[in-house]
DNA sequence: TATTGTTATACTCTATAACTATA
DNA sequence: TATAGTTATAGAGTATAACAATA
């Protein structure tokens, strides 16, 4: 996963339809090298897969994480107003919520004012549980730091402060 | 997509079961903020709707992209190779090269020195192909470009150089 | 025994469309 | 008519397991 050994210069070529047997680092990237989109991909699945980690004792993901989270800081939202924030499918939605619910984690309640939303708050248990979600999820940010650096991980969060 | 408008500092309250009809902005990410992978991820989700789209007449997509680039620079190579090296499953490797292959992008030739093992290459027309695939996601880096920044995007790429 | 490519299954995620009950 | 929540489906993508051929 940490990649980018020497480059050997002078490349094995292939020989009349012999596979070539080398070691993953020799192979070169070429294009993909300097394109953002490929490292931001492969990091964010070294993200994704330390989350999933670290929050694996309590089974919460990223994107549970992110609903749960943006419940606690604003109760009472509708489920669109949740799917629009947070960039999800209402579709989606609306499994994530019943998983969450069956987990006594969240509750939907029929809003008096607009008899088709629900609001979204946690209940009582869901908020102790998120308290304790936010401290490893704490733990894992802890991890990203160490992988890229404390300064890096700044400045990464700074140049993509737009996107959130 | 671009978000965090001035933040209301007294924030409205859910009132008896009545869902929240406020706007996207006012909705706060709370711990979220300050979370690499949350920003990560949904830049991630930008990068490559624009390459999509970018790359959308041609129909290649961002891992069909990376898979014709490092054959075309490694020809020769091993399926377990290139999927080692691409973080990809070889059993979702085979479906890919199946659909690159009847698009004659690619072809499998048998390895002679080990008969289990097919050796990857372009096709005359993949490398042809690959070239104007190359032009065009050159076309979408300078989307990134436009939407971060030439230094952001530089200082990202540094940042993220390890997990090619 | 181990590895390469393959097939198959299951679960996550994204993208739609259509339905219902409300507005 | 339009919107909120729901259900359903299809296609990517990820994660496994198992199998045949070969090493």
Redesign the pocket.
């Known amino acids: 996963m940490t990649a980018s050994a020497a480059q050997t210069p002078q490349r094995k070529r292939a020989v009349n339809g012999a596979?070539r047997r080398i070691d993953t680092d020799e192979i070169g990237l070429d294009a993909l090298v300097g394109h953002a989109g490929y490292a931001v991909r492969r990091f964010q699945?070294w993200i994704f897969?330390d989350f999933i980690k670290t929050l694996g004792d309590v089974d919460i993901?990223?994107?549970q994480y992110s609903v749960l989270t943006v419940i606690g800081a604003n109760p009472g939202l509708?489920?669109?107003?949740v799917?629009k924030r947070l960039g999800?499918?209402?579709?989606?939605?609306?499994?994530?919520?019943?998983s969450l619910e069956q987990r006594k984690l969240v509750k939907?309640i029929k809003s008096k004012s607009?008899?088709?939303?629900?609001a979204l708050h946690l209940t009582a248990q869901g908020e102790t549980a998120l308290t304790k979600f936010k401290r490893l999820a704490a733990e894992h940010e802890r991890h990203v730091e160490e992988k890229i650096g404390k300064a890096n991980r700044e400045r990464l969060l700074q140049i993509l402060a737009g996107f959130t």
Chains 1, 2 share one sequence.
């Open positions: 596979a699945i897969q993901r990223p994107t509708s489920q669109m107003a799917a999800i499918e209402r579709a989606r939605l609306v499994h994530l919520l019943d939907r607009d008899r088709r939303s629900h």
